[in-house]
């Protein structure tokens, strides 16, 4: 029944149960869901931007593409579409740039801005005064890293959930003080990040991700 309703979508619907999971695609891996050339996708993708349909994203070469609401998906069922690396404990967790990645990196972000201490405006991303209060509070030195060149904290489009993980001075100072408790380690020469049993569960809890 899937297999007939996913041969009778057109190119736009494909796009939309593409994106429907919530992540961000490029143009190529849209072409590869919908099973059209790219430059074809190019100009759905572009109808789609004028109607405000989908938000785009660029990060560094690459434009990321989303659904610009959840109400664009309503009715769609949604289509996993695999991104990033197969291993899934570098999906769980690993380093970007210094700062906390994949699954539970997302989860982080999430839990910041769920509790009222990141806040969106626009394409930046601030902390709030609940943040900074939070922050200091669990010894994280912002003084050192507001006085830094770096921005304090920024969204990074992660590679493989596709949605935001926390960047920025930080992001790093927060992955830092991770490995410092024991919580997590990073092995030479990898960009995984190991959470041991306890040290996940001291990381959920201090953040308020089961909540």
Not at 93 to 122: E, F, K, Q
Request: aromatic share 8%; glycine share 14%.
């Amino acid at each position: 029944m899937w297999l007939a309703y996913d041969r009778a979508m057109t190119v736009g619907q494909k796009i939309a149960a593409a994106l429907s999971g919530g992540g961000a695609l490029t143009a190529y891996e849209l072409s590869i869901e919908a099973g059209v050339p790219r430059q074809a996708v190019g100009a759905h993708l572009e109808n789609l931007l004028a109607a405000d349909l989908v938000a785009v994203e660029v990060q560094g070469r690459h434009r990321y593409f989303r659904l610009a609401d959840d109400q664009v998906a309503a009715g769609r069922r949604p289509r996993r579409v695999r991104t990033g690396p197969k291993d899934p404990a570098l999906r769980k967790a690993r380093s970007c740039y210094g700062h906390l990645a994949g699954d539970l990196g997302v989860a982080l972000y999430d839990g910041l801005a769920r509790h009222g201490r990141i806040r969106a405006m626009g394409g930046e991303l601030d902390l709030t005064e609940p943040g900074r209060e939070f922050f200091r509070g669990i010894g994280i030195d912002l003084d050192g890293i507001e006085g830094a060149r770096r921005p304090t904290c920024r969204r990074c489009l992660d590679w493989s959930v596709r949605r935001s993980h926390l960047a920025g001075g930080l992001g790093l100072a927060l992955l830092a003080q991770f490995c410092e408790l024991g919580w997590a380690r990073r092995p030479a020469g990898s960009r995984l990040v190991q959470f041991s049993t306890a040290g996940e569960r001291a990381f959920r809890s201090r953040f308020g991700l089961d909540a």
